[in-house]
């Protein structure tokens, strides 16, 4: 079993895992759960969201809400209540988990179109505040996320939600706050809708936006940010985390890789797809890197 440390000053990785590769014997890695992926709808339409049985030796968990698949494949709706999502993270107690949101991108990467962006600003601004408001006493993090496709869009959102975010924050490090030590350092908020579209640069130019709007002091998370970002030399600052579903490495001809091993698709993965995957992003850490200025 691999054991993989991130010191404080490197960006975190979180493998995003989804409901069938949760696994006893599973690797010690960050591990995002989408709450998507859990969710069932029974023969009589009553829906639900399994249980994640984490294995107790992953300390380290986040959860998403799923925002890209309500937003790209559910047409804008979540399919569970935001009830259900609190009684499935309370089965697995994650240090932080994000409120709903609505990505502002369109499935093939394209722009929404401004007054739709404006009107998945509004959904994440009322839900947050709504998980803040209505369910704030839970042993987890709760992280909002800021939308937006254009660097002005992000700047907006981020403007809205910073009363907000300065009162989560607030309340999350003070050490009255959480039974154990250190739990309010898992407090974050989120950027979306950056995959797949931006280049490293235009990340890393959005990062330095939005932190000099909510405050040096918040932690960031990238949704869906992937591997390439990490291999750019310039050097992150702040406290930074991103998540990737891309670790089980089945693209291609790495299909017919797995076939021949005579693994299953899972057993590939984390015997084979992530070690090779946690090796590029220790080498992407630890490669030299010089500051950008803007």
């Known amino acids: 079993m691999s054991h993989w440390f991130y010191p404080r000053f490197h960006p975190l990785l979180y493998y995003t895992v989804s409901a069938k590769e949760v696994r006893p014997n599973m690797p010690v890695v960050p591990v995002l759960l989408p709450a998507t992926s859990f969710f069932t709808q029974h023969a009589n339409k009553a829906v639900t969201l399994r249980r994640a049985r984490l294995p107790a030796h992953i300390r380290l968990?986040?959860?998403?809400?799923?925002?890209?698949?309500?937003?790209?494949?559910?047409?804008?709706?979540?399919?569970?209540?935001?009830?259900?999502?609190?009684?499935?993270?309370?089965?697995?107690?994650?240090?932080w988990a994000s409120t709903?949101?609505?990505?502002?991108?369109?499935?093939?990467?394209?722009?929404?179109?401004?007054?739709?962006?404006?009107?998945?600003?509004?959904?994440?601004?009322?839900?947050?505040?709504?998980?803040?408001?209505?369910?704030?006493?839970?042993?987890?993090?709760?992280?909002?996320?800021?939308?937006?496709?254009?660097?002005?869009?992000?700047?907006?959102?981020?403007?809205?939600?910073?009363?907000?975010?300065?009162?989560?924050?607030?309340?999350?490090?003070?050490?009255?706050?959480?039974?154990?030590?250190?739990?309010?350092?898992?407090?974050?908020?989120?950027?979306?809708?950056?995959?797949r579209r931006l280049p490293s640069k235009s990340i890393h130019a959005i990062v330095e936006r939005m932190s000099s709007i909510i405050g040096p002091d918040i932690s960031l998370h990238l949704w869906g940010v992937k591997l390439k970002f990490l291999q750019t030399p310039i050097q992150l600052r702040g406290a930074l985390s991103l998540d990737t579903g891309a670790w089980n490495g089945l693209f291609g001809q790495e299909h017919e890789a797995r076939r021949r091993s005579g693994l299953t698709v899972v057993e590939y993965s984390w015997q084979v797809s992530q070690p090779r995957y946690a090796h590029k992003i220790q080498q992407a850490i630890e490669a030299p890197k010089q500051m950008l200025l803007f």
């Open 100 to 195: 709903f949101d609505l990505c502002c991108i369109e499935p093939d990467g394209s722009y929404p179109g401004a007054v739709e962006v404006r009107r998945r600003q509004r959904f994440t601004t009322e839900m947050a505040w709504y998980f803040w408001e209505s369910i704030r006493d839970t042993e987890w993090c709760w992280c909002p996320t800021i939308q937006g496709y254009t660097m002005s869009e992000l700047e907006r959102h981020a403007y809205e939600l910073t009363p907000l975010i300065r009162a989560m924050h607030a309340y999350y490090a003070d050490p009255g706050w959480g039974e154990e030590e250190g739990e309010g350092d898992h407090f974050r908020v989120g950027i979306g809708s950056l995959c």
């Open 61 to 95: 968990r986040g959860a998403d809400c799923g925002a890209y698949t309500a937003t790209t494949r559910w047409k804008g709706l979540y399919h569970f209540t935001p009830l259900q999502y609190v009684q499935w993270l309370s089965s697995w107690r994650p240090q």
